[in-house]
């Protein structure tokens, strides 16, 4: 049985409540420059030699910013993304929501108080956003256009609603998401190598700290599966994680003073 397969049906059996996960063995977060911290998450399974790759990140130091490659994204490798990313000194960038076969962005996407797309009414969906340096994640239906909002994105589905696991439907990918803790920390995660459920990676998500979790009070799916990808320019840190396919539109995590932290 190749690993796939293996690890589809071994998502199988957690969903339906005769396994459980292993609980993640993690290091403390590792602060790698001012208001930006890292932790690597391994040994999720016994038979994967995946991680979880997650930042924590404070909105008051940090902006985000959707950058939309369009047309483009054909030529948009990973050299020419860490290229994009040193112009507009941003240290960190991932992929962001939903596109079609034609490289257009499908969901809401404002970035820098400018909305790029509109939203689409699918139940499932969510949308993240930031109003006055405060992340949320809300319901496409409970979101209300403010010119104070400086970015957001629209995917799904949600992984965690006010502390509580929704139901979520079976299957496995690897997996970007956002999320954000009471403190109002927003963490940015994407795996390496790494096939998970949403249940699964919510319950991480959603899990406290002091048993291995990223203890989010709310957290929203990205584009996952071949959209994958996680790369950092940073002195303390340095990953690149390409895509299996070129994205519509990527999330760069900029610092507000425009310096190199």
Request: with cysteine; net charge positive; glycine share 8%.
């Amino acid at each position: 049985m190749n690993q796939k397969i293996y690890r589809w049906a071994f998502s199988m059996l957690i969903y339906m409540g005769l396994l459980s996960p292993a609980l993640a063995a993690s290091s403390d977060w590792t602060p790698i420059a001012s208001g930006l911290s890292y932790k690597k998450i391994e040994n999720l399974v016994s038979f994967s030699d995946g991680a979880i790759h997650a930042f924590q990140i404070d909105p008051s130091i940090y902006n985000f910013e959707v950058v939309v490659t369009g047309k483009d994204a054909i030529q948009t490798g990973a050299r020419s993304i860490t290229g994009l990313m040193q112009q507009q000194n941003a240290v960190i960038a991932t992929n962001g929501g939903f596109f079609s076969p034609e490289m257009g962005l499908l969901g809401l996407r404002v970035s820098k108080g400018s909305s790029l797309s509109p939203i689409k009414s699918t139940s499932w969906w969510g949308i993240f956003y930031i109003k006055h340096n405060q992340a949320h994640v809300v319901s496409y239906k409970n979101y209300r256009p403010d010119s104070a909002i400086q970015f957001a994105i629209q995917a799904g589905p949600r992984l965690v609603v006010n502390g509580k696991i929704p139901k979520l439907k079976p299957g496995v990918s690897y997996r970007t998401a956002l999320g954000i803790q009471p403190s109002n920390k927003i963490i940015l995660l994407a795996t390496e190598n790494l096939l998970l459920s949403t249940q699964e990676l919510a319950e991480i998500m959603q899990r406290p700290e002091e048993k291995n979790g990223l203890n989010c009070v709310n957290a929203l799916n990205l584009d996952g599966g071949r959209s994958t990808q996680l790369y950092t320019r940073l002195d303390k840190l340095s990953l690149e994680l390409p895509g299996l396919t070129k994205v519509a539109d990527l999330i760069f995590v900029i610092p507000k003073e425009r310096t190199k932290p």
